[in-house]
């Protein structure tokens, strides 16, 4: 089993910065892929950034590119996600998730926190 508890979240202007963080624990071994995820009120769920736990395979969609920025803590078990020039569009429900592999699915999920930006 493992464990990702997100913080982070809360209400920002557009334009201003947040910083998510995804802390794991159990099995982290297995959490050889961490994923950043978002859903928007009554839009499907966004794949929006993924890191591994040497660092690899970085990946931005690009929704976020060049304002969102991953990294990871490994000896703190925790990955980050820094955002900054934050958009009213930003607004979601972020999740991290985990996966054994690059390319498989993500088997655990956080609980999500959420993100507002206003204008």
């Known amino acids: 089993q493992v464990q990702l508890v997100e913080s982070g979240g809360g209400l920002v202007q557009a334009g201003g910065s947040l910083r998510l963080s995804c802390a794991a624990s159990g099995r982290t071994f297995s959490t050889a892929v961490i994923g950043w995820f978002r859903q928007a009120p009554g839009k499907g769920r966004e794949f929006i950034s993924r890191i591994t736990w040497n660092g690899d395979f970085l990946y931005y969609a690009d929704s976020v590119k060049g304002r969102f920025t991953i990294s990871r803590d490994s000896a703190k078990n925790t990955v980050y996600l820094q955002m900054n020039s934050l958009k009213p569009e930003d607004t979601a429900v972020y999740y991290c998730?985990?996966?054994?592999?690059?390319?498989?699915?993500?088997?655990?999920w956080g609980q999500g926190t959420q993100v507002t930006v206003s204008l």
């Open positions: 998730a985990s996966a054994p592999r690059v390319g498989s699915g993500y088997d655990y």
